[in-house]
């Protein structure tokens, strides 16, 4: 009867070997049960996923091929849903005339590329409208910049993390006009000879030149075509169109037959028979800084009864009539007169046509444009293009780019700092200093305002020795202090905090909270700007306000962060900016890690991972036959710990132990894998407890079972590390040699304990 009683017992130790251990554990075994009946290794086994998307390979951007949009565009990332789209713009090249590439930072999520977001959906293009037809004008300042653009691929339905950025190995540029467009007026009497300063596109394939009698350009008439290689072309005259004023214009013109916006008028003419003699000795007689709203010219007397008064600018070639009519030798520009230009002036001569008293002879034009041997250059008294504000020690140091002038004219200048504690009014002088005087760095002027004079907002005024002052300057403020302490939480509870936006994503993971202090001085910060990467120290994205793509700015200190491709097992970084009421800021805080809490359900999974681990490396669950499984081992965990196990006959049963002590098989990599291998400079040393480790795990996962080979499971395993907190199996069931019923109860320090049904993970 002994021998008979160990036989019966062998049974259904074997059956609860193969079942309970090797079907929970490895893989499923068929065992013919019902439908019902699942293997606890759906469990621990999860399907293969793509956890972070792969990067477009290139990044594609258009360089002048139109006028007003650069086309953008990418290869295609398997499984990306969406891609985000985000752009920076270079406005000039450095001091050494070098275009150096942005930070990332300088990025910012395009305005327009969605009706809420950046995020386009099924498309790897993306037209950018820089300029519109109605902003289409040579002297737009867009045509000399610079466009970065980068692009991440998207999956957030799937919850796949987004992958990293790709950027433009060339920015995009604009199809230029051409500019600096002239046309002699007078100098022959046969042609008008045009010059251009070509187009800086590269895909110009010619120049098409056209020409009007209106004064505005309207009615042109096509005139010829020149190749891309000319800036110059002479247009002959017959006898009797001389004296006829024409309006010539320009456009480039691409080989596929896309045109630049038309360039700047240019006036020309032929020099008719009796024309008055050219005007010489034009000058700027008192009007290079001396006063803020006038501009004297003189030049002189050749004898001629009448002279019009023409202006152009910096900004500006195209000729301006100012007066038609000065019967003297000066003349006093106060015309619409802007700060910061050079203005450039030339005067013709004129005479009334003996024949015909409704038309004018005119003469050559004065040599004293811009690109005259001596051009007649003026400028009134102007403000600071550029101030700035920085912090040291408590006071302000103002810094600014002398006013326009040369370096005889500016040491005629002193400036007026004032300051206020209001952006728009309370304006009064903290102190005025002399040019001269001033320390001069780097083409910009330094001027320290003491701590008890110093003032949230400031602007410069520029004033002349003769005792002229100018206009004001934009109004600047200094960069708000870094924020201070910033923290970030880990497997926090945040439902009674954010209520009904407490949701988990796509991957099960719930939303984590930024908080910081504010700096010691707050008297100049507007609010603040949080930055996420999941790198230390690049990569970073600025996030909105409820992932509006809208609201940027946040007026408290703390910030919930609703990632909606967070995953498992990740850590991510962050950063705040502070601002100040211009919303400019240039000191980040400290970079603090956090991830978010994970659903019962899935922490179950992640679970799993360390006890599927774990159960591999035995050896006596994974023999063959039955009494071979019999018996006693230990493992060590790949890091710490160990695992025993004890398979043994218990009445006419079996039963296995299973004991973890301290295990563990992986550390925290801040990109999400999960291995034994050492960190890198990237993770982090300190996450969980103890020491960047995923699972550290102590107790017992038992199982026993009857000849039927029906059992329960039995035991409690407390956690430690990434997500600490403890999994009862008690009330797991085992039929017919696999997981039959029953659930789990999970419990994740700061949450209340829930159950989780045995069928978890046969999603």
Not at 508 to 519: L, N
């Amino acid at each position: 009867m002994k021998r008979t009683v160990l036989s019966v017992t062998s049974i259904a130790l074997t059956a609860l070997l193969l079942s309970s251990c090797a079907d929970f554990f490895q893989g499923k075994v068929a065992m013919g049960t019902h439908a019902e009946i699942a293997s606890l290794a759906d469990v621990v086994i999860p399907q293969e996923q793509i956890e972070q998307l792969a990067s477009p390979r290139q990044v594609f951007v258009s360089s002048g091929d139109s006028p007003n949009t650069i086309t953008v565009s990418w290869t295609p990332v398997e499984e990306a849903s969406s891609y985000r789209l985000e752009r920076a713009i270079v406005t000039d090249p450095n001091e050494n005339g070098v275009w150096l590439t942005p930070e990332e930072s300088d990025y910012a999520v395009i305005s327009g590329t969605s009706t809420s977001s950046a995020t386009l959906y099924g498309r790897t293009s993306y037209t950018d409208t820089i300029l519109s037809q109605n902003t289409m004008r040579y002297t737009a300042p867009e045509y000399g910049y610079r466009y970065y653009y980068r692009v991440c691929a998207e999956n957030a339905f799937k919850g796949y993390d987004s992958s990293e950025y790709t950027v433009c190995t060339q920015p995009g540029v604009l199809f230029a006009p051409p500019t600096e467009v002239k046309a002699s007026a007078g100098s022959s009497d046969t042609s008008v000879q045009l010059t251009w300063t070509k187009s800086t596109s590269v895909t110009v394939r010619e120049y098409s030149i056209y020409r009007s009698e209106n004064e505005d350009g309207t009615n042109a008439a096509y005139i010829t075509s020149v190749k891309s290689n000319m800036n110059h072309y002479s247009d002959p005259i017959a006898d009797q169109n001389r004296g006829v004023v024409y309006y010539y214009s320009i456009y480039a013109e691409t080989s596929s037959g896309t045109k630049s916006c038309v360039s700047a008028l240019a006036m020309g003419y032929a020099r008719a028979e009796g024309a008055p003699p050219q005007v010489t000795g034009v000058a700027v007689t008192n009007g290079r800084g001396t006063s803020a709203s006038q501009i004297v010219i003189g030049w002189d007397n050749v004898g001629a009864e009448h002279y019009a008064v023409y202006r152009s600018s910096s900004k500006d070639s195209a000729l301006t009539l100012l007066s038609p009519n000065v019967t003297g030798t000066s003349f006093t520009d106060s015309a619409n007169l802007s700060p910061g230009l050079y203005y450039y002036y030339q005067v013709q001569s004129w005479a009334e046509d003996p024949d015909d008293a409704s038309k004018k002879i005119k003469g050559q034009m004065s040599e004293s444009s811009k690109t005259s041997a001596s051009p007649a250059e003026g400028f009134i008294l102007s403000p600071p293009s550029t101030v700035a504000v920085s912090k040291s020690s408590g006071n302000h140091v103002i810094m600014w780019t002398p006013a326009i002038g040369n370096q005889t004219e500016q040491n005629d200048y002193s400036y007026i700092i004032q300051g206020s504690n209001s952006q728009t009014t309370g304006f009064a002088d903290l102190a005025t200093v002399n040019a001269s005087d001033l320390f001069f760095f780097d083409g910009m002027y330094y001027s320290t305002i003491d701590r008890d004079l110093a003032k949230p907002f400031y602007r410069i005024k520029t004033v002349h020795s003769n005792g002229s002052e100018s206009e004001l300057s934009a109004v600047t403020a200094p960069a708000p202090d870094k924020p201070r302490s910033i923290t970030v939480s880990c497997t926090a509870n945040l439902a009674s905090e954010m209520g009904s936006d407490w949701q988990y994503n796509a991957n099960e993971v719930y939303p984590v909270k930024v908080t910081w202090t504010p700096p010691a001085q707050t008297e100049d910060v507007l609010g603040y700007i949080v930055y996420r990467s999941d790198k230390r120290d690049r990569g970073f994205k600025k996030l909105s306000v409820g992932n509006d793509e809208k609201t940027y700015i946040i007026t408290g200190t703390t910030f919930y962060d609703i990632n909606t491709t967070a995953r498992p097992g990740k850590i991510y970084y962050y950063r705040v900016l502070s601002v100040n009421a211009l919303e400019q800021g240039a000191n980040y805080s400290d970079v603090a890690f956090g991830y978010g809490a994970i659903t019962a359900n899935q922490y179950l999974r992640e679970y799993n991972k360390t006890i599927m681990s774990s159960q591999k490396k035995l050896t006596l669950m994974h023999k063959s036959g039955s009494t071979s499984k019999l018996g006693q081992e230990s493992k060590a965990g790949s890091i710490s710990g160990s695992l025993s196990y004890d398979a043994h006959v218990e009445g006419i049963g079996g039963r296995v132990i299973m004991h973890y002590e301290n295990y563990c098989d992986f550390y925290v990599h801040a990109n999400g894998k999960l291995d034994a291998n050492p960190l890198t400079e990237d993770d982090e040393a300190n996450v969980g407890l103890p020491e960047s480790l995923y699972f550290l795990i102590t107790g017992n996962t038992n199982t026993s079972a009857d000849m039927s080979a029906n059992g329960m499971m039995d035991g409690t395993v407390t956690c430690r590390g990434m997500y600490p907190g403890s999994v009862v199996y008690n009330e797991v069931q085992i039929k017919g040699g696999a997981a039959g019923g029953g659930r789990y109860t999970v419990t994740r320090e700061g949450f209340a304990s829930e159950f989780v049904d045995w069928k978890v993970g046969n999603e």
